[in-house]
């Protein structure tokens, strides 16, 4: 069952990072290891080739509760500046904060395959949002899906093969070098905001970036 936590401590996230990269480790084991061949994290968009563009990268996890409401309030914000072609969007899914989380975050980027990742990651924070107690079993993970039009078949298959774990595998190790101690965390060109913050504190952000003309990411 989903339990939505809206403040989670250095320590607590640090285990679950922890607790969660062995449990994709043991399944990993029966299968080939590609995650040096793929970038970390989901891509909306190839980066753009110019130097006004901003690189935002979001640590977020289904099961908690600011990146619910980060989804709602503040990535509209940040994509429109996608839209327009100023900037490239990272979201790196980490599921470390239970089992659920985890398989919630490895049918999301199978939803990838299909060009829906986006599609699926919005309605299940929306769904998230509109009943904190929902159980997410996996049936109910794969009915979204349909509803959503993805193939379920196709969805299941990737599910089976297990091609995604590796991307959350390193999408949790980037979590650790990347020094994430609460979510949702986001890097706008290398300034890290950590947790959720007002609309303000992001707009504040991108304005000082692009005044400075600053391109270095400064993250991993």
């Not at 640090?14 to 970390?40: D, E, F, G, W």
């Not at 590796?166 to 979590?175: C, S």
């Amino acid at each position: 069952m989903y339990k939505r936590r809206d403040c989670i401590s250095s320590t607590v996230i640090a285990h679950r990072l922890t607790v969660s990269i062995i449990l994709i480790l043991t399944t990993l084991n029966t299968i080939s290891c590609t995650s040096n061949q793929s970038s970390p994290g989901h891509s909306i968009k190839e980066p753009h080739d110019t130097e006004s563009s901003l690189k935002i990268v979001i640590y977020t996890d289904f099961e908690c509760g600011a990146c619910g409401k980060f989804n709602l309030e503040i990535e509209p914000y940040l994509r429109e500046f996608e839209a327009a072609g100023n900037a490239h969007i990272e979201i790196r899914l980490v599921g470390a904060l239970s089992e659920e989380s985890l398989y919630a975050a490895e049918v999301a980027l199978c939803a990838t395959d299909q060009g829906k990742f986006l599609e699926y990651h919005d309605a299940l924070f929306q769904a998230t949002r509109q009943n904190e107690d929902v159980v997410y079993s996996q049936e109910k993970l794969i009915d979204l899906a349909g509803s959503l039009g993805l193939d379920v078949q196709a969805l299941q298959k990737c599910l089976d093969s297990g091609t995604k774990k590796p991307e959350l595998e390193e999408n949790m190790e980037m979590a650790g070098i990347d020094s994430i101690r609460m979510l949702p965390t986001v890097f706008i060109n290398g300034i890290k905001i950590e947790g959720f913050k007002s609309l303000d504190t992001y707009i504040n952000v991108i304005d000082g970036v692009l005044a400075q003309g600053k391109i270095d990411t400064g993250e991993n």
